[in-house]
């Protein structure tokens, strides 16, 4: 045998004991010799690739096919091997697997493309679930080897990951595939926050790991003395699942990770329940927290008895209890059918799972790819039905469909059918009349009330509580097509009103140019576009203004105005070169202040412009509005630093962190204590829980700055802090 394939036999031999060894050893030569004068980005020989690939699927228990097509799964599309001589050596159902995952990689890049792709591979996996499982484990083998690539690729290919791969490996149960692929997509996409909850984690590891022994010593106990045989462990935390729950639950990275989890794994059902029963008799639960997914898994085939209880020093624990089968399926989903067929439902002839209720999620999927002709409102479907939890309603026939939580009646006719939502004028809920903006809840019987009438069409305000992308994408659709030149007017006017309420000079901001650039950059193809944008509510007026004005380097930027604020200073009355810590070419005596716009300080390259009435001007050389300057160069003045005792510098700082309570006061508290006079503080959170802060402070020696930035990168939270140009950002 192979010496090479001892590893991944071990592993086989372990999970899938009856697999067909011999054939494996085959699919394996047969790969190599294909790929003999091939290497990857790293270097390394390219079978380490499809070797690697069919590992991690020999971990999850699969079997020999899935091995087989995983080791010959780059053959057909990178080498001259043909999809026929591999049929001919190792039969129509390898074939099949080895097509449906090259079909998926055959179409590249670009939303569309990108789009093709992912119903291909829903069509596929409808046949064959393992073409999906292949595809996963291929992902997840690149995701490891990512850093060989460019950084743009490596960008685009974590947030795939995070967007389709990781949600589609958590709909098909398999966690431990699930988690990995997150965290290393987020340590991919975003470095520095993954760096700050790592550090978070590390720093209370040890007085948390502490108190995890105490409880499952407690629980193992008490289990022993009720004569239930069972294992139990602490449950590991995922980066990027504490990342996620901090956004979702809008809680302090404290309050969750203080939250210990415990995984008790038993024998049978009965023991579970029995489980349970024991803790519950030491501890208080938690009301409302008890759920469970043994009587009713959930969709994707995940069972578990999950409890929060207060446990000692009257901290909460979370429990789940399961079987040993429900938490191998637990970590490997679909690809546990192959271990325990008897309890999951018996595969077909071929070995592919019937898609049954549990997989009534694909079936769905099937159906709207078939009905949904633009690729791309197919993906941004996707995308969203993969990220929400879900309710399961009836129509008045019996059939179940699945909603994303908080779903109202409207999205249910829209899940019905697209005409069924146009027309919708009411609905009956459990056979009593509700608003159309109610939430459904599990179990409910819904029935759709539809207007006869020709001109029947959604109302605007749906898109306000609608939460299916589908529904939204509709009913949008609806509107850009009746609606679009009512949108373009409202658009125009609602950014000419924004202006008008600032004061700003209409003519100047809404000149052809700006607007078609600003349009440009928002990905609009014309200026029409983002007035019917505005209008539609996609973009808010006001963002466009800020926008327009930043793009023109900020409200005072009129030629003379740029940023001619003077600088607050100590020194009284006109401030001389010295002053501001800047000599004239020539002239020593002339008055020279400092821009605002860029905010320079001593180690700059800097650029002197005279101005009317106003002395000097200076900027940093690479201060956007110098552009607009050198189109005069008869009033550029070459000027140098001269910084006195009293020169005081203007200096603008951003710090990006991951937002908790008491941030803003802990920042300002450490700028406070290295002696910097703070002037303006901004603060704005975005959704994804990252506070952006941007500072402006006096400060008199500017290498001073290199320790405020150190103090303020060490609070906890913050990943990262730097020198913006200017006092506005």
């Known amino acids: 045998?192979?010496?090479?394939?001892?590893?991944?036999?071990?592993?086989?031999?372990?999970?899938?004991?009856?697999?067909?060894?011999?054939?494996?050893?085959?699919?394996?030569?047969?790969?190599?010799?294909?790929?003999?004068?091939?290497?990857?980005?790293?270097?390394?020989?390219?079978?380490?690739?499809?070797?690697?690939?069919?590992?991690?699927?020999a971990e999850l228990g699969t079997d020999d096919e899935t091995l087989c097509a995983a080791l010959l799964h780059d053959t057909v599309e990178d080498t001259a091997y043909s999809l026929d001589e591999l049929r001919g050596d190792f039969g129509d159902t390898i074939g099949s697997l080895v097509d449906g995952v090259t079909k998926l990689d055959k179409v590249k890049f670009g939303d569309a493309a990108q789009a093709e792709t992912v119903r291909k591979m829903v069509v596929a996996m409808s046949r064959d679930i393992r073409v999906l499982i292949i595809k996963l484990a291929d992902r997840l083998h690149n995701m490891r080897t990512m850093r060989y690539l460019p950084e743009h690729k490596r960008h685009q290919k974590s947030r795939e990951t995070l967007e389709i791969f990781a949600p589609l490996a958590h709909r098909l149960g398999m966690n431990t595939i699930k988690w990995e692929l997150e965290d290393l997509a987020f340590a991919m996409l975003y470095p520095k926050r993954y760096d700050e909850i790592a550090r978070m984690v590390s720093e209370r590891a040890p007085r948390r790991d502490l108190f995890l022994q105490e409880v499952i010593e407690k629980v193992s106990g008490d289990l022993r003395e009720a004569k239930i045989r069972a294992v139990v462990k602490g449950r590991p935390k995922h980066y990027y699942s504490v990342y996620q729950k901090m956004i979702a639950r809008d809680v302090a990275f404290d309050d969750i990770y203080d939250l210990v989890g415990i995984r008790v794994l038993v024998d049978s059902v009965r023991d579970c329940y029995a489980a349970l029963g024991t803790i519950h008799a030491r501890w208080n639960p938690v009301p409302g927290r008890f759920k469970d997914y043994i009587a009713m898994p959930k969709f994707n085939m995940y069972q578990s008895l999950h409890t929060t209880v207060i446990g000692p020093e009257g901290k909460p624990v979370e429990l789940q209890i399961r079987t040993h089968a429900m938490h191998h399926r637990a970590e490997y989903g679909v690809a546990a059918h192959w271990k325990y067929k008897e309890e999951v439902g018996t595969p077909g002839p071929t070995g592919k799972v019937k898609p049954g209720s549990d997989m009534a999620w694909l079936r769905q999927l099937l159906d709207w790819q078939k009905e949904t002709s633009d690729p791309g409102e197919f993906l941004e479907s996707l995308r969203f039905d993969l990220s929400v939890s879900e309710v399961y309603v009836f129509t008045p026939k019996g059939q179940v469909i699945a909603l994303p939580e908080g779903a109202t009646p409207v999205d249910f006719a829209y899940a019905v059918h697209t005409e069924v939502g146009h027309r919708c004028i009411g609905a009956r809920v459990n056979g009593r009349l509700v608003p159309l903006e109610s939430r459904l809840g599990n179990g409910d019987t819904v029935e759709i009330f539809t207007s006869k009438s020709p001109d029947a069409g959604p109302s605007r305000d749906w898109l306000k509580f609608v939460k299916s992308g589908r529904a939204r994408n509709k009913i949008r659709q609806w509107f850009s097509k009746e609606r679009r030149e009512t949108a373009i007017e409202a658009g125009k006017?609602?950014?000419?009103?924004?202006?008008?309420?600032?004061?700003?000079?209409?003519?100047?901001?809404?000149?052809?140019?700006?607007?078609?650039?600003?349009?440009?950059?928002?990905?609009?193809?014309?200026?029409?576009?983002?007035?019917?944008?505005?209008?539609?509510g996609h973009i808010a007026a006001q963002a466009v203004v800020q926008k327009l004005v930043a793009s023109i380097g900020g409200v005072d930027s009129a030629e003379e105005d740029i940023a001619e604020t003077s600088l607050p200073t100590r020194l009284r009355g006109r401030p001389r070169g010295g002053g501001a810590g800047v000599v004239v070419a020539g002239d020593a005596d002339v008055w020279v202040r400092l821009s605002k716009c860029c905010t320079p300080v001593p180690g700059d390259e800097i650029v002197g412009f005279v101005t009317r009435g106003h002395g000097v001007s200076v900027h940093r050389a690479d201060c956007t509005n110098v552009q607009q300057l050198k189109s005069q160069p008869d009033r550029l003045?070459?000027?140098?630093?001269?910084?006195?005792?009293?020169?005081?510098?203007?200096?603008?700082?951003?710090?990006?962190?991951?937002?908790?309570?008491?941030?803003?006061?802990?920042?300002?508290?450490?700028?406070?204590?290295?002696?910097?006079?703070?002037?303006?503080?901004?603060?704005?959170?975005?959704?994804?829980?990252?506070?952006?802060?941007?500072?402006?402070?006096?400060?008199?020696?500017?290498?001073?700055?290199?320790?405020?930035?150190?103090?303020?990168?060490?609070i906890q939270g913050v990943f990262d802090v730097y020198r913006v140009s200017g006092a506005g950002g």
């Open 1 to 57: 045998m192979n010496p090479v394939l001892e590893p991944l036999f071990r592993t086989v031999r372990a999970t899938h004991p009856k697999a067909d060894l011999r054939v494996i050893e085959r699919a394996y030569d047969v790969a190599a010799y294909h790929h003999r004068d091939q290497k990857r980005k790293s270097g390394d020989p390219y079978i380490t690739h499809p070797l690697a690939v069919a590992t991690i699927l």
């Open 493 to 536: 006017e609602a950014i000419g009103r924004a202006m008008r309420k600032q004061g700003l000079p209409l003519q100047r901001l809404m000149s052809g140019e700006a607007l078609l650039a600003l349009a440009r950059d928002l990905r609009y193809p014309d200026v029409s576009a983002l007035y019917a944008a505005v209008g539609e």
């Open 637 to 714: 003045v070459e000027v140098s630093w001269s910084p006195s005792d009293d020169s005081v510098f203007l200096v603008a700082i951003q710090v990006e962190a991951l937002d908790r309570p008491r941030l803003l006061s802990d920042v300002t508290r450490t700028l406070s204590d290295q002696h910097v006079n703070i002037l303006s503080a901004s603060v704005t959170t975005s959704r994804d829980r990252v506070a952006i802060s941007k500072f402006t402070f006096e400060m008199g020696d500017p290498k001073h700055l290199g320790h405020v930035l150190k103090a303020v990168r060490s």
